[in-house]
C-alpha cells in the first residue's frame, strides 16, 4: 500500500463529543476511526506525510530556497537540538523531522500535498500539522489536548506557536507574551483586563498560563486547577478555609461575587456594594432590604438637617462584615470578626 493517500477532508469532518462531567470527551467519526484503521493497517501514521514514497533529502536542499526561513529558525530550540544534540533518529531529519521527507516537494515545490505545512494557506489538514507536533510533545500539560475546546475548534498548534523564528523568550509563541498570543482571539478577555479594576496581567505580574493550561484541563474553561475555587486560592490562600464560619456563594465560587478577568467595580466584584450583598440579603427584619435612596448620599448629609447613612461610607456592608470570606472566630457567625 506503498503511497497511499488519505481522502481529501477526511481530518476535517467535525467529530462529536460527549459531556464527561465537566469535561469533553472526544469521539471519533466513523470515517476518522476507519480511516485511522487503515493506515494502521498499512502501517503508516494519520500524522505523517502523505507523500509516503518520498524520501529524506537532507537541510541542505531546504537551505537552497529557505534562506530567510533558514536564518530565523538557526535561533530556535528546535534548530539546537535538532543539529547538535538530537536524541532520536526523527530529530536527526532536521526540517524534515516536523515536515516529512521533502523528495517530492523538491521536485515539485507547488505540490501542497508533497510536504507538510504548518500555515492556513498551505491546506494541509490541522489534524496532520497537530499530529506532528503530537509525535514529541505528546503526554505532561498536552495530555488532555484531545477533546479540549481549543482542539475541537480545529485551533492547531501553529495558530499560537512559531517554531520557525524566535519572537518570546521561552514556549516559541507567535508574540513576544503568552497573554497577546491569547488576546489574538480572546478579545472579550483582552477588554476585560483594560477596566479599572484587573488582575495584573497587563502589568506583567501574571499571564494567562497563571490559571489556564492553553493544551487541555478536566475543566471546560481549561483551569490548571480542577475548580475555579482551588484556581483562586492558589494564590489568595487565606480565602482557601476551612473556616468555622463559612460563607455558603463563597464555599460555592469565587464567581458568585468577582469577575476573574476584570471589572468596573473594585475588587473584581460583579457589582457595586451593598448593592451586591443585596442581590442575596434582603431581610424582612434587621437591616432593611430596600436599596439606599437620595436623603441618605454623601452630598444629601451637606446639606442643612441631612442624614447620611452610616452603611454607604466605606466599604458598605463590609464595614461591620469585615470578614465577608469565612471566619474563625467564635463570635463570627455574621462575618464580623
Known sequence: MKGIRAPIGVFDEPQRTQRVGERRRLVPSARAVALGAVLTIAGLQPGASFAQDATYVGDGKCIVCHVDDARHYSHTRHAKIFRLNPKTERERQGCEACHGPGSKHVATALDKGAIIGFT??????????????????????????????????????????????????NGLMRTALVSDTCAL?????????????????????????????????????????????????????????????????????????????????????????PFICQQCHSPPLGHPGAFYNASQTAAAAQQPGGNQS????????????????????????????
Open 185 to 273: 482571539c480572546h478579545q472579550q478577555q483582552r477588554a476585560e483586563f483594560q477596566r479599572r479594576s484587573h488582575m495584573p496581567l497587563p502589568e506583567g505580574k501574571m499571564s494567562c498560563a497563571d490559571c489556564h493550561n492553553p493544551h487541555g484541563s478536566v475543566t471546560r474553561p481549561l483551569l490548571k486547577a480542577d475548580s475555579v475555587n482551588e484556581t483562586c486560592t492558589a494564590c489568595h490562600a487565606e480565602k482557601r478555609g476551612p473556616f468555622l464560619w463559612e460563607h455558603a456563594p463563597v464555599r460555592e465560587s469565587c464567581l458568585n461575587c468577582h469577575v476573574p478577568h476584570g471589572s468596573n467595580h473594585d475588587s473584581l466584584l460583579v457589582g457595586a456594594r
Open 120 to 169: 492556513r494557506e498551505w491546506g494541509t489538514p490541522i489534524e496532520v500539522q497537530n499530529a506532528q507536533c503530537l509525535g514529541c510533545h505528546e503526554g505532561g500539560q498536552r495530555s488532555y489536548w484531545a477533546g479540549s475546546p481549543h482542539a475541537l475548534n480545529h485551533i492547531a498548534c501553529s495558530d499560537c506557536h512559531s517554531p520557525m523564528a524566535r519572537l518570546s523568550k
Open 310 to 337: 452610616p452603611r454607604v461610607i466605606g466599604r458598605a456592608c463590609q464595614n461591620c462584615h469585615s470578614q465577608i470570606h469565612g471566619s474563625n472566630h467564635p463570635s463570627g457567625a455574621r462575618f464580623q470578626r
